[in-house]
């Protein structure tokens, strides 16, 4: 069992940044492939950017590419968002994510969820 808890949401302004945090507790952290999805009103939840066990390697949605940075700190069991140059249709409920067989790029293939953190960019 992992345990996940986000942080870091806010309002913030278009072009503004904004740094989200993950911390993990249960299993070795580690172990798992890291992963931020967000949830907008009435839409589906989509896949952000995931990052592998090591952190050697990270994959990003096309419209975050160049704007949001995933990272991870095994030491601190704390995986990050940074995300820059926001924009309003960045505004959504960003939620961790932990997968125990790789790097997953769909909500049904994602083991652990976080409760989610509140994104809000104002034009």
């Known amino acids: 069992q992992v345990q996940l808890v986000e942080s870091g949401g806010g309002l913030v302004q278009t072009g503004g940044s904004l740094r989200l945090s993950c911390a993990a507790s249960g299993r070795t952290f580690s172990s798992y492939a890291m992963g931020w999805f967000r949830q907008a009103p009435g839409k589906e939840r989509e896949f952000v950017a995931t990052?592998?066990?090591?952190?050697?390697?990270?994959y990003y949605r096309d419209s975050v590419q160049g704007r949001f940075t995933i990272s991870r700190d095994n030491a601190k069991n704390t995986a990050y968002l940074q995300m820059n140059s926001l924009k309003p249709e960045d505004t959504a409920v960003y939620y961790c994510?932990?997968?125990?067989?790789?790097?997953?790029?769909?909500?049904?293939?994602?083991?652990?969820w976080g409760q989610g953190t509140q994104v809000t960019v104002s034009s």
């Open positions: 994510s932990v997968s125990r067989n790789g790097v997953r790029f769909r909500a049904s293939e994602v083991d652990y």
């Open positions: 990052i592998t066990l090591s952190g050697a390697n990270t």
